[in-house]
């Protein structure tokens, strides 16, 4: 969700709203920017009170009971209740597919829930390029992860991490170094602005290429970009 500001005008009203799209938008806020995570629950809570067949605001505190509290069996309550509430949202299924595979590490169900969410919408990018990372890391099958890499790149063709990503797939997985180069060029050219697309070809130039000069070109590149980039 895209952050905004809030004045100090607009956060003394946020007490008495009973707009909860708008209470949900302060709890992120106060999530997000903040930090101040016991006010982004407080927020959370109140709009799902304000609006308890939301399955979004839901499956958005499921999220952050996940990731902040580390309160699993509470986030995984919420990640049902989110699904039950809306059937046919994809996104439901697939979130609780990846905390089935990072948390429970049942993989699987998380594979049927993928199956599920996909199933709902399969031009769904997110989804698609999530179960690739499944196939990849959990299944080891590595013909089928490529087609779905491939199918998320062909709907989101200007997603620099997915190119990034089959770039190294391609390289470390499938040893096509001259293929793998090309798509790590096509991310840089997408997102010339990205440290880590920098540095992800300078290892690459570096350990595969072995073209050391090159590599410590790309290098200083991404940490002239970001100062804290190592490799």
């Known amino acids: 969700m895209k952050e905004q500001s809030f004045s100090s005008i607009d956060q003394e009203g946020i007490e008495s709203s009973n707009d909860s799209a708008r209470i949900e938008t302060y709890a992120f ?18 709009a799902i009170n304000l609006n308890p067949l939301k399955a979004a605001f839901v499956g958005n505190y499921a ?46 169900k998380a594979e049927e829930y993928y199956k599920k969410a996909l199933d709902l919408n399969p031009e769904n990018a997110v989804l698609v390029f999530d ?36 770039a190294s797939f391609l390289e470390n997985i499938r040893k096509d170094y001259d293929k793998a180069e090309e798509y790590y060029k096509k991310a840089l050219d997408l997102n010339p602005e990205d440290a880590n697309c920098y540095l992800n070809y300078a290892i690459f130039l570096k350990y595969t290429r072995r073209d050391f000069d090159k590599a410590e070109e790309y290098h200083k590149k991404a940490i002239d970009l970001n100062p804290k980039q190592t490799g």
Not at 79 to 107: M, Q, S, T, V
């Open 29 to 46: 806020y106060c999530y997000y920017t903040l930090k101040d995570y016991d006010k982004a629950e407080e927020y959370f809570v109140k």
């Open 63 to 108: 999220i952050f009971l996940k990731n902040i509290r580390k309160d699993y069996d509470k986030a995984e309550e919420y990640y049902k209740k989110a699904i039950d509430l809306d059937p046919e949202d994809e996104r439901g299924f697939g979130y609780y597919a990846f905390f089935l595979e990072n948390i429970r590490k049942d993989y699987d």
């Open 131 to 166: 179960y690739a990372l499944f196939l990849q890391n959990i299944r080891k099958d590595y013909d089928k992860a490529e087609e779905y890499l491939i199918k998320a790149i062909d709907l989101n063709p200007e997603n620099a991490f997915y190119l990034g990503f089959y």
